[in-house]
């Protein structure tokens, strides 16, 4: 008889839970917010653990908590010069245009936000709602704040996303995943 095939599970995608939200928002902005208490609390399942990926789903109430949290976050960090300078890594003068300073910071944002490096179609997507808050007004700061806020509530940002194995074989996990996966576990 020969032996079945294994074949490795599929590995479900995690929603950041309420305190690994607010961590990671801590670490990307550079600021110590305490947005935690407004989202509703997260299921615990049968064992007891708030992180369990089955219990993590998105309702519509989460996800207008999460676009609460993430404005709320922004704008705190932007009032405090030493934040908004650790996030908005560069910014428009006599020697940097416009363009060059949204693509320096999106350069350096959108990798830690998505912990990952960002495709070039995520780099297009962020840069058109930085243009389009451009084209109605807003300064530099708050462009790039509308185009993070978008950012902080995408799935790339709210879900542990990880590469679906598509061979039957066993496959190790990438660089990222991996480093997304301890970084979760250790302080979590």
Do not use: C
Not at 105 to 112: A, D, G, N, V
């Amino acid at each position: 008889e020969q032996p079945q095939a294994w074949f490795p599970g599929v590995v479900m995608s995690r929603r950041l839970n309420r305190f690994e939200y607010e961590n990671t928002l801590r670490d990307l902005l550079g600021v110590d917010v305490s947005v935690a208490g407004l989202f509703p609390a997260d299921g615990a399942g049968g064992e007891g653990f708030d992180n369990a990926a089955e219990t993590l789903f998105l309702s519509p109430v989460h996800a207008e908590k999460y676009l609460e949290a993430a404005r709320s976050a922004i704008e705190y960090a932007l009032k405090d010069p030493r934040s908004r300078n650790y996030f908005i890594v560069a910014e428009p003068n006599e020697y940097t245009s416009v363009a060059q300073a949204v693509e320096r910071t999106f350069e350096w944002l959108l990798p830690h936000v998505f912990r990952r490096p960002a495709t070039e179609r995520e780099y297009g997507r962020y840069l058109a709602l930085f243009e389009s808050a451009q084209k109605r007004g807003e300064s530099f700061d708050h462009s790039v704040a509308y185009a993070l806020q978008a950012a902080l509530i995408s799935p790339q940002f709210l879900f542990r996303l990880e590469q679906l194995n598509q061979n039957p074989d066993p496959q190790l996990v990438g660089n990222y995943e991996l480093a997304s996966r301890l970084s979760y576990f250790l302080w979590s």
